[in-house]
């Protein structure tokens, strides 16, 4: 009894959590740093897109370096970012191939633009009291003389204000608005020797690098000068990061803190190692799906599931009565709690996707179809109701945990099979099929289970063939 009241307060809570994340307009989540929008994320054949297949632009003798081609699509995620696309995704396909995907954008030339963008990366110098935001872009003079190491080491952050011409035919100057400020470049990207990723004595993730030779000297004659102050980093004329010079960096090595977490410390390094792609990639082929193609293939698959959910209600009401109606309640707890996960993830919703949902709704009606059964074999050899549920879950449970073991390695395997060979579909299919047998297993254990034995003793034992068709 109190197991069971125990496992009615977890069943309650957690749809009720479930049901909060489902119900359409949420508000999301906003706690501290942790964020999520809660909106259901369609992928490209559901809301139309682009998709865009790139390949390493070397000889076919030439072999490419499996992390370097993974920087490749860590950058190019990254830059994806630009498009507002949030739902962008970048899989690796085989040994030379990267696999683009952009739900919502279908403006190819827009697409190629942010994928061939040059990757210049300068460290920056800024006042402490004026920095530029991070995520601005500004103007530096890099680009206006092509040659950091001749100028001088103090930023110009403050434009200089212009004079009226009527100064020069003796009016009084009148001063004009202030030009946008130019920023001192200190060094690029290309001072750089190696980049990686540490922990301080504190245990805070830190982005390390060390300088080539030749830049040394300029480095430590502009961190000795300008302790206190800012040495932005800046990719494509955007503001990334904007870390403090603490202490003069005399020996060519450094470290940039900023509260990091190990994935933004890694994606800073990886920009950092590498401002333009490690590896030349060329476009070899790219297609648009029109959103109409997409919505009318959503609308056909809820169509489908619908009348299969009706189909699968009456069938379990006519062949297993009270059962089969704590069943549908059971399958109903179940898609609740997993499209409350999908949305939490978040996991981007494709037809595969979808499918592999439906197949392992499948599964969890298994589960329940495998305890109804050797429920009535139970009665049928003379246990009593109360007894004979309690038995039909533990002789149950080993096919139930074979099947769902079963499906989960498959699942897996499918999902590193996607992964390697670029194959989304396959990996969207395997991840909902995982995820939904796992909850399928939650929903058997605790929840049909449980409602199963609040039936048993509400139930006059008399009357339970009536209710239990055996």
């Not at 434009?159 to 100064?167: E, H, I, K, S, V």
């Amino acid at each position: 009894m109190n197991r069971r009241n125990v496992n009615i307060v977890v069943i309650l809570l957690v749809l009720a959590v479930a049901i909060w994340i489902v119900l359409p307009n949420n508000p999301g989540i906003n706690l501290g740093k942790f964020t999520r929008s809660l909106e259901t994320v369609l992928g490209l054949d559901l809301q139309g897109g682009m998709q865009i297949l790139l390949e390493a632009d070397l000889p076919e003798s030439t072999t490419v370096d499996p992390q370097s081609l993974q920087d490749v699509r860590t950058i190019l995620e990254n830059r994806s970012n630009a498009l507002g696309v949030g739902e962008s995704n970048f899989q690796t396909a085989g040994s030379r191939r990267v696999v683009g995907e952009f739900p919502g954008i279908t403006d190819t030339q827009q697409v190629v633009n942010v994928i061939k963008q040059t990757g210049l990366l300068e460290f920056v110098a800024m006042d402490i009291n004026n920095p530029a935001p991070v995520g601005s872009t500004i103007q530096t003079d890099f680009a206006q003389s092509g040659d950091t190491s001749a100028q001088s080491s103090v930023p110009t952050a403050q434009p200089t204000p212009t004079t009226d011409p009527l100064a020069a035919s003796g009016a009084a100057a009148v001063e004009t608005a202030p030009t946008e400020a130019v920023y001192h470049t200190v060094v690029t990207g290309a001072a750089l020797d190696q980049v990686g990723v540490t922990t301080d004595q504190m245990g805070e993730y830190v982005v390390s690098f060390s300088l080539k030779p030749d830049s040394r000297d300029l480095f430590a004659q502009h961190t000795t000068q300008n302790v206190g102050q800012i040495l932005a980093i800046v990719l494509d004329k955007q503001v990334i990061s904007t870390p403090r010079i603490d202490s003069a960096i005399t020996q060519g090595s450094g470290l940039i803190s900023g509260n990091f977490s190990n994935d933004s410390a890694n994606n800073l390094a990886v920009q950092l190692r590498y401002g333009a792609l490690p590896v030349p990639m060329k476009v070899v082929e790219s297609r648009i799906v029109g959103p109409t193609l997409g919505q009318d293939s959503l609308n056909k698959s809820i169509i489908a599931g619908a009348i299969g959910f009706l189909l699968v209600v009456l069938f379990m009401t006519i062949y297993y009565r009270l059962p089969g109606v704590l069943a549908i309640l059971a399958i109903l707890s179940y898609a609740t709690i997993t499209l409350a996960l999908f949305k939490f993830i978040p996991v981007t919703l494709t037809l595969p996707g979808i499918a592999g949902f439906l197949l392992s709704t499948g599964g969890a009606l298994d589960a329940n179809i495998l305890m109804f059964e050797r429920l009535k074999e139970e009665l049928h050899g003379g246990r009593n109701l109360r007894v004979a549920v309690e038995y039909s879950w533990k002789r149950a449970w080993p096919s139930i945990r074979d099947s769902n073991v079963a499906t989960l390695i498959t699942s897996a395997i499918l999902f590193w099979f996607g992964s390697a060979y670029g194959a989304t579909i396959v990996k969207g299919f395997a991840l909902t099929l995982a995820l939904g047998m796992i909850i399928s297993l939650f929903s058997a254990i605790m929840i049909t289970r449980t409602l199963l034995s609040i039936a048993a003793d509400a139930i006059n034992p008399a009357d339970h063939a009536r209710w239990f068709g055996a």
